[in-house]
């Protein structure tokens, strides 16, 4: 039988080989320069703007990045069409494309003040191309906000020691905050002792569960309310004590994304990458201690309900073409386009030196790549017997598979699936609430706001409120919500994907773009294939969904048996419509943006971060 440690062998030769080489190539090609002044630099204003130490801010963009998506979608797609397209995917697609994204995404919004994709593509294309990218944008961090929040609220409820754990480990980090940022605490010295307050919580959390109403949780879990939670809107799908913790976790990014980043943001994430980089790390050298020495509690081979190949049709009873559907699947795991407003949004507003942004930006998506590796390990290991269960199923496979894969360095099978629980756990609460600071950050584009400026949203003026620090999460976390309550996600969750891959093609596009208008003699392969590649991916994707999954299927054979369920099919066809139209015009204002470029004069433009 084959070895899982195959799957971390093939991703670490690929990813060492683009990051020593593809990676130092582009950092020359955009030109960085470890002098110049960057925006954290030049608009340093204690909120948003704030220079970051390069380790606390891999540790924001990785937390930040890595959320729910990189281990559902590796696990499904290995799942329905076998280990082995999954594995090449993640492999060669995340150096050569997402990797590529990540980073050029974070480079252009350098060149252009800290701005996001949005305005970047604006600069050149125009007011109207700027607005759609910015509001296709902030509709995605809707979606991004609610789904996470969703899958926080299922960890809590299969989890209640992991609910502990987070609340104390967000408690260190704003003591974390003050220690640096107040009382110019000594760096190092800090990190052991709040990094080890971290790992502490975890143990905390396995003595003192927590849950909000009564359920099948172990012995000893506190329980804070009485009754089942029936009252609770959702609780009817979703149960009771998760549909409760869904508000919270809402409440807590709606707060989270309106203080000063130094606050928690900066603290929590630089302090939470420990347990995440430990939970990555520490799963592939069990696997490799594991493999070589015997140690787990069963051999660390292939469960033989996951071939290496299930066919192009996916497995039996899952009628799903490989091509396009297993890109958009996999999604985070090799390229995502909430990365690129990750990357143009607070990241690219803390970078200390220009030259970070190879570590942050190409390595980063490299370490979320791991995270994919690592999730379709725990697929291998554990097994899969429901292919079509999405979330509900991918959820404890990850953590049952990574139990059993950490019982190699010792750790009791039991605890281990309880820490790679609080790592996924780890990666959703820093992406949710760093997801609806983006959106304010979208909407104060869309509306207009100077830089180095925030507005707090409330003195009534409508503007001011759309895009208030206070107001504009608010309005972000109730529609979010009602998007959950309403059981939409579910019907959307597909729409999602596709949306999250339009995104990172058009972030691709606007890259493009921006090299082109700054040099004409700049070559545009690096962004240009990935971007063709993304954009035929993605709009094939939806053309499925819209035409045989919605149209075909559900309407005119009928698989949508109730009135509701053909609402949500023709709302799934109009969104999937207005995707790939949003698409395509955008493409076409590129290309004829790149073209007039092109056989424009002979003096290349000049750079806009030069004016």
């Keep these: 039988m084959t070895q899982v440690i195959w799957i971390i062998a093939a991703v670490l030769v690929t990813f060492t080989a683009g990051y020593v080489g593809y990676s130092r190539y582009l950092t020359q090609f955009v030109e960085l320069d470890a002098e110049a002044k960057t925006p954290a630099h030049k608009y340093e204003d204690g909120q948003e703007y704030v220079p970051a130490k390069k380790p606390v801010l891999l540790g924001h963009h990785y937390s930040s990045i890595a959320g729910g998506a990189p281990i559902v979608g590796p696990i499904t797609a290995g799942a329905v069409w076998g280990w082995m397209p999954a594995l090449l995917w993640i492999a060669i697609g995340n150096p050569l494309m997402g990797a590529v994204h990540d980073f050029v995404s974070l480079s252009g919004s350098l060149r252009h003040e800290g701005k996001s994709v949005g305005y970047i593509i604006g600069e050149y294309v125009g007011k109207t191309g700027k607005n759609m990218l910015l509001w296709f944008a902030f509709i995605t961090i809707i979606l991004v906000v609610a789904v996470f929040a969703l899958v926080v609220g299922i960890v809590f409820n299969a989890y209640p020691q992991v609910v502990t754990a987070s609340f104390i480990y967000i408690l260190l980090a704003l003591v974390f905050g003050v220690y640096l940022y107040q009382f110019n605490g000594p760096f190092i010295p800090g990190t052991v002792l709040f990094v080890a307050g971290v790992f502490a919580a975890v143990w905390v959390g396995l003595q003192y569960p927590l849950a909000l109403f009564a359920g099948d949780y172990p012995a000893e879990t506190i329980v804070l309310l009485g009754g089942d939670g029936s009252w609770v809107p959702g609780a009817g799908t979703l149960g009771g004590n998760t549909a409760a913790w869904i508000p919270v976790v809402l409440v807590y990014a709606a707060v989270a994304s309106a203080l000063p980043v130094w606050v928690l943001l900066q603290p929590r994430d630089y302090l939470s990458s420990f347990l995440l980089y430990s939970g990555v790390g520490g799963a592939i050298v069990a696997i490799i201690v594991g493999t070589f020495l015997g140690t787990s509690s069963q051999p660390l081979v292939i469960d033989e309900t996951i071939g290496a190949f299930q066919g192009f049709w996916g497995v039996e009873a899952v009628f ?277 470029v092109r056989r424009g004069p002979e003096t290349p433009a000049a750079e806009p971060g030069d004016d």
């Design 320 to 596: 799903l073409p490989l091509f396009p559907l297993l890109f958009i699947t996999i999604a985070c795991g090799t390229i995502s386009g909430f990365h690129s407003l990750v990357s143009s949004g607070t990241t690219a507003k803390q970078l200390d030196k220009e030259t970070d942004a190879r570590l942050i930006g190409y390595g980063g998506m490299l370490g979320e790549g791991l995270l994919a590796a690592v999730a379709l390990s725990t697929l291998a290991v554990w097994g899969f017997a429901d292919p079509a269960g999405g979330i509900g199923a991918a959820l404890p496979n990850f953590a049952s598979g990574g139990g059993v894969i950490l019982t190699s360095l010792g750790i009791p099978e039991t605890a281990g699936a309880v820490f790679m629980a609080l790592v996924l756990c780890s990666f959703l609460l820093t992406s949710t609430d760093t997801a609806a600071r983006l959106g304010r950050y979208m909407m104060e584009e869309i509306i207009g706001t100077p830089a180095g400026r925030t507005d707090t949203g409330l003195n009534l003026n409508v503007r001011s409120i759309a895009r208030g620090r206070y107001t504009n999460p608010a309005i972000q976390i109730g529609l979010a919500y009602l998007l959950v309550v309403s059981g939409q996600w579910v019907t959307l969750w597909a729409l999602f994907g596709g949306a999250n891959q339009l995104l990172a093609a058009l972030a691709l596009l606007t890259a493009t773009v921006w090299l082109a208008n700054w040099d004409d003699n700049k070559q545009l392969v690096s962004t240009g294939v990935p971007m063709a590649i993304m954009v035929t991916i993605t709009v094939l994707g939806l053309s499925w969904l819209v035409f045989y999954e919605n149209l075909y299927a559900n309407l005119i054979q009928g698989g949508a048996e109730s009135t509701s369920a053909m609402i949500s099919s023709g709302v799934q066809m109009i969104l999937g419509l207005v995707l790939i139209g949003l698409a395509l015009a955008l493409v076409r204002l590129g290309y004829k943006n790149i073209s007039r």
